[in-house]
């Protein structure tokens, strides 16, 4: 399985901006699928973008739509995202995991046998 450590979060305030990484640390990365979750507290864990495994296609949730840019890079096996116009309602720990396409549409559940949830990263954005 691979290693995930994710990294780049912060306090912020509202309208500023962050950009987040995340270090897959395995072979097999180039070959998902990948995506970007959150989980505030008290709520679910969801999915707020993903990327195809050649990178030529986008998923942003409609919270982060036009707000977020997920990328990759598949030779340094690293996945990031750059978060603008930061608002208090994303104040989330952020994840990042292989993406599942179930139905058409990507999961909040993550592709298994890809690897454990990391620690995360903790974005704060106050207002």
């Known amino acids: 399985q691979v290693q995930l450590v994710e990294s780049g979060g912060g306090l912020v305030q509202a309208g500023g901006s962050l950009r987040l990484s995340c270090a897959a640390l395995?072979?097999?990365?180039?070959?998902?699928?990948m995506g970007w979750y959150r989980q505030a507290p008290g709520k679910e864990r969801e999915i707020v973008a993903a990327i195809t495994w050649s990178g030529s296609s986008t998923y942003y949730a409609d919270s982060v739509k036009g707000r977020f840019t997920i990328s990759r890079d598949n030779d340094k096996s690293m996945l990031y995202l750059q978060m603008n116009s930061l608002k208090p309602e994303d104040t989330a720990v952020y994840y990042c995991?292989?993406?599942?396409?179930?139905?058409?549409?990507?999961?909040?559940?993550?592709?298994?046998?890809?690897?454990?949830w990391g620690q995360g990263t903790q974005v704060t954005v106050s207002s």
């Open positions: 395995g072979r097999v990365f180039r070959t998902y699928h």
């Open positions: 995991n292989a993406a599942l396409v179930e139905g058409g549409v990507y999961s909040s559940n993550p592709a298994p046998m890809f690897g454990d």
